[in-house]
């Protein structure tokens, strides 16, 4: 989805969105037309991985259930690319959750970015599914089994064989839990090389290690804002106001750095 602004545009927004979810649902969605209101153009853009599963123009499953770390990172640079060809070569990105891990690295990698805006954005690495799981999500109590299980499954070619999880995301492939066991991106080595400012929200009904805002100001190369929302789980369900009115706030205030 492309938004524009009335008017000439300030500057633009790249939204990632979250796992298994979508351009429109959650933050990409609420997001969006209230930084289009501020002056800025926004691409809010499905992943490879967007939902769980899904046909396209074939009978062959795809979705978040196959995702990999380095297709999603190549599916921003593809919406990078589609944004420069515009005329918006230096972008604000704004990323949730997974979709927040992954701007963090867009934006470590792609210095022009003029501004970072990270939603309860995990700590990814080798530590991300462990503290997940121990978290009631993903393979809960069953990580060494489940992740035994998809590694021989891997290894006997069997990588696309789908695999129940018994906590969220339910479902996934034999290939993509191990990618996520294996070359899921670190938070927190993404922060010294990132430059430009960084508002980072986390809602206070989320662990602190899982989404570790204050580690990350710790390390971030750039200024780092940190904001705890109030009554707030992990979508931000009836806090989205609370979370535009944070955003549309902050931006003002580096408005010289966001602009193109």
């Not at 986390?202 to 580690?215: H, I, M, T």
Request: with cysteine; hydrophobic share 50%.
């Amino acid at each position: 989805m492309w938004y524009e602004p009335e008017g000439d545009a300030v500057g633009a927004a790249l939204l990632f969105h979250g796992n298994t979810m979508n351009f429109y649902q959650g933050a990409p969605r609420f997001l969006a037309p209230a930084l289009a209101g501020l002056g800025f153009a926004c691409l809010a853009f499905n992943r490879r991985g967007h939902d769980i599963l899904a046909i396209r123009d074939s009978r062959a499953a795809v979705g978040a259930a196959f995702q990999t770390y380095a297709e999603a990172m190549e599916d921003n640079r593809i919406a990078a690319r589609w944004l420069a060809a515009r005329g918006f070569a230096e972008p604000i990105v704004i990323g949730h959750s997974n979709g927040g891990l992954l701007a963090a690295h867009h934006a470590a990698a792609h210095s022009r970015t003029r501004a970072l805006v990270l939603l309860s954005a995990h700590c990814g690495g080798t530590s991300m599914v462990p503290l997940a799981s121990a978290a009631g999500l993903l393979a809960q109590d069953r990580l060494e089994e489940l992740a035994l299980s998809a590694r021989r499954a891997v290894a006997e070619g069997r990588g696309k064989e789908l695999m129940l999880l018994p906590g969220w995301w339910y479902v996934t492939s034999a290939a993509s839990f191990v990618d996520s066991l294996e070359n899921c991106p670190d938070l927190l080595e993404a922060a010294p090389r990132i430059r430009c400012p960084i508002l980072f929200l986390r809602g206070d009904r989320e662990s602190a290690e899982l989404y570790p805002a204050e580690a990350f100001a710790e390390h971030a190369g750039g200024a780092c804002t940190v904001r705890i929302v109030h009554d707030c789980d992990h979508f931000y369900r009836g806090r989205e106001a609370a979370v535009v009115d944070i955003v549309s706030a902050w931006l003002p205030t580096i408005r010289d750095e966001a602009i193109r």
